[in-house]
């Protein structure tokens, strides 16, 4: 495997940022030089903007000698695509994201590399006195909340844009859809350290903010997906057999007091309601269960091998010669 060459990768998703890019890249470059001296990588991925945004970063690059490179997406393909790509291109030893928009501080990166430096695989930012409305701070602790207590991952600010990671992270975490904000949850899964430090935030200079509401539901979506997808894929029986058997032990125990009712008392008048009840549970039951079934037969035929993460390696040279 060819050894990285580079420090630092830092990969900036930009979506009508116009403004915000030169003023982010004189500031990425004077903080990266004194960390790296000339080993670092600028990597900006243009998410299909419909301003000047391709243009700004066209002027950096003519002007970075060597340091900066960019891609431009055909059309807007969202944040997960922009840094899915920005973590296959990336050569460096630790990779860094940071936002567009300058609210998080480019001064802060030398914290992430400390955090690192000190065992962490991962290290995400935590917003302090965040300066954004209460329509998005209070939802974002919810969903904070929410997901730490689902998934186990301990975080204040999984959202937060500004992250640090050592190179063997970004190359096994895959990211798609909207799971780039869950990219610590896929990381802790997979056994990789995570932590966390606290940052400073700055109220947005130029242009407005990109994401509505609508990411919060979103969210949520993506969370029963991770859950899913972490817990269940290579084991779907044990997701859908347990809701199989909960609803086929109500349908089995309604229909053994509607049985009772007509033995003993010889009339279910007013009890039908309940009847079909339990005959639909049965069926949704058994249903749930063969849905299984088949997940776990899907499971079996598709998995080549058990998914790992692999952490370290010794072999023995004078084993490898036997070999040859």
Same mark, same amino acid.
């Given at each position: ?38 080993q670092?990588?600028l990597i900006?991925?243009?998410?299909g ?29 969202g ?35 400390e ?22 701070t209070l ?20 959202n937060? #844009? ?11 975490v ?16 997979? #056994? ?22 609508g990411r919060f539901?979103k ?16 084991r ?13 032990t ?13 033995l003993?008392? #010889? ?17 949704v ?40």
């Open positions: 495997m060819k050894k990285n060459k580079l420090k630092i990768s830092v990969v900036i998703p930009v979506y009508n940022e116009a403004e915000s890019v030169p003023e982010l890249y004189t500031r990425l470059k004077t903080v990266l030089a004194k960390l790296s001296g000339k670092y990588e900006f991925i243009d998410d903007s419909n301003d000047s945004s391709f243009e700004e970063i066209q002027k950096v690059y003519k002007s970075a000698r060597g340091h900066v490179r960019a891609f431009r997406f055909k059309r807007n393909f944040k997960a695509a922009a840094l899915s790509k920005g973590f296959e291109e990336a050569r460096g030893d630790i990779v860094i994201t940071i936002d567009s928009d300058l609210q998080d501080l480019p001064e802060e990166i030398p914290k992430f590399i955090k690192l430096n000190e065992g962490y695989d991962l290290v995400s930012g935590w917003k302090q006195k965040r300066k954004d409305p209460l329509n998005k939802p974002s602790k919810l969903f904070n909340l929410v997901t730490g207590m689902l998934t186990g991952t301990r975080l204040h600010d999984l937060c #844009g500004m992250k640090a990671y050592r190179s063997s992270v970004v190359k096994d895959r990211v798609y859809g909207e799971l780039h904000r869950y990219i610590p949850v896929l990381a802790k899964f997979k #056994g990789y350290k995570i932590a966390e430090v606290r940052i400073k935030h700055a109220p947005r200079k130029y242009g407005k903010s990109k994401y509505g509401m539901l969210g949520f979506f993506d969370l029963l997906t991770v859950l899913f997808l972490n817990s269940y894929l290579k779907p029986m044990h997701l859908f057999g347990l809701f199989g058997i909960v609803t086929l109500g349908g089995v125990g309604i229909n053994a007091y509607i049985t009772y009712l007509r003993m008392k #010889g009339d279910i008048a007013g009890r039908y309601p309940l009847l079909f009840l339990g005959v639909l549970l049965m069926i039951g058994v249903q749930f269960i063969t849905t299984g079934l088949l997940g776990e037969m899907l499971a079996n035929m598709n998995s080549s091998r058990e998914e790992y993460s692999l952490g370290e390696e010794l072999e023995s040279d004078a084993l490898l010669e036997k070999k040859e």
